[in-house]
């Protein structure tokens, strides 16, 4: 099995109070980490340092030759990053939104690829309706739609919060879709405070229990 | 690569044309201002051709500036922005085109609309290429370097009055010399030399504002 990821002693102070300290664990090739803590523990942000747009947090991290060049930050177009903020355009379509988010990985989806992502997360007949008069579940899965495209080079994803905003079957077709993922051999990395209910999950426990 | 970047571009522009309200705000500020300087100053046509090279680009100035805060913030605000620097097409790029779109739906459109305010100001017909083609470049480069001062305070809920502080000494160059330019060849003086250093300026501010405004949101975002 190949470490993907090794990070160590990663430390995170924000307003003076420290979130976590002495911060150690690596990431297999292939496993869901799943990471908990209480609200205000610091997940979001150690997220974001592991893709590499915060650098609150301290400490080492090397991820490995596939997904880096350089080691410590990772090449765009190896991962899907799904923050809090979504990452949807209220003023563009579903279908402007996804293309775009495509693009900014440098590839090229037919159309019909597209489509069927949004189809698959329920959004047929909102293809072309503004992002904005959808309601907060719908733009979440507009967002979501990008982990159904089919796109061999992304090996990768950090999902934050993936679950919010999400309805019953729609919970249960997202927790389908990482376990495949993560058979298929990708690799996911998750903040939620949903567990997921059938796969065997690695649990990262950060901030002092409440 | 350049498919992606044609994307980017298209996003942007078809993102100016839904928010239009945005970009109609400027044009109007020009508008308004450069007609109020007859009415409120003098009326007196010589006075007036005087001052029009100043009033202009003064004006065109201003109006530019109040859209560059919204530069970056929609984007910064859904999280566009964070995918942007994560992207692996160069973010500095993807910057340059955001600039480059800005400037298509602002500093161009106050540029093709100041032949019609210099005839209000009594600017001589003759100085009229001149002028749009320093305004041209004058609003060009004021996309580029507003941009590093956006990119700084997109995080700020009220940046706006940060943004105008921080990139008016930057300007103050340009300023000086697209009104000299104008006046000069008014005046039949010459007038080339400012004229290229206004060029040398923007094509500088073409080469290290996508980098610096990189950097700054990398910081903004980072935080």
Redesign the interface.
């Known amino acids: 099995m190949t470490e993907l990821l090794r990070a160590e002693n990663l430390y995170c102070e924000r307003d003076e109070r420290v979130l976590f300290n002495h911060l150690d664990f690596s990431l297999q090739a292939g496993e869901i980490l799943h990471v908990k803590g209480p609200n205000g523990a610091g997940k979001t942000t150690l997220l974001r340092r592991l893709v590499g747009l915060s650098w609150v947090v301290e400490g080492q991290l090397k991820w490995h030759d596939s997904l880096s060049e350089q080691g410590e930050k990772l090449d765009g177009h190896g991962f899907w990053y799904l923050a809090h903020r979504p990452a949807v355009t209220l003023q563009q379509t579903p279908l402007e939104n996804l293309a775009f988010a495509v693009a900014l990985h440098n590839q090229n989806l037919p159309s019909e690829a597209i489509w069927q992502a949004l189809d698959t997360v329920g959004l047929r007949g909102y293809e072309d309706v503004p992002a904005g008069s959808l309601s907060a579940g719908q733009q979440r899965r507009v967002s979501l739609a990008r982990l159904y495209l089919d796109m061999p080079s992304i090996k990768l994803w950090l999902l934050d919060e993936p679950f919010t905003a999400l309805d019953v079957n729609a919970v249960r077709q997202l927790e389908r879709r990482i376990e495949a993922f993560a058979e298929s051999g990708g690799t996911v990395v998750m903040t939620s405070h949903h567990g997921l209910t059938h796969t065997a999950v690695r649990e990262l426990l950060i901030g002092a229990p409440l | ?1 350049m ?2 970047l044609a ?2 571009m298209r ?1 942007e522009l ?2 100016a044309n ?2 239009r309200a945005d970009l109609a705000n400027p044009l109007f500020f020009f508008l308004i201002v450069v007609s109020l300087f007859p009415i409120g100053v003098t009326p007196d046509l010589e006075k007036l051709s005087e001052m029009a090279p100043g009033v202009l680009w003064v004006a065109a100035l201003l109006a530019s500036l109040l859209s560059l805060d919204l530069l970056f913030r ?2 910064y ?4 922005l ?8 160069p973010p500095q790029l ?1 910057v340059l085109c955001k600039i480059l779109s800005h400037w298509l739906v602002t500093g161009l459109p106050l540029t093709l609309l100041s032949p019609l305010l210099s005839v209000m100001l009594a600017l001589p017909g003759s100085a009229l290429p001149l002028l749009m083609l320093t305004l041209a470049l004058g609003t060009l480069t004021l996309s580029l370097l507003g941009s590093i001062g956006a990119a700084l305070t997109v995080g700020l809920r009220k940046g706006g009055l940060l943004l105008t502080i921080l990139i008016m000494p930057l300007f103050v160059p340009v300023i000086i010399f697209g009104t000299s330019a104008i006046q000069a060849f008014v005046n039949g003086m010459p007038w080339v030399a400012q004229l290229s250093l206004l060029g040398a300026i923007a094509a500088g501010a073409f080469v290290v504002s996508p980098w610096l405004t990189v950097a700054a949101l990398d910081v903004t ?3």
């Open positions: 690569m498919l992606a994307q980017m996003r078809s993102l839904r928010r929609h984007d605000e859904d999280g566009s964070e995918q942007m620097l994560l992207s692996s097409v993807l975002v980072g935080d």
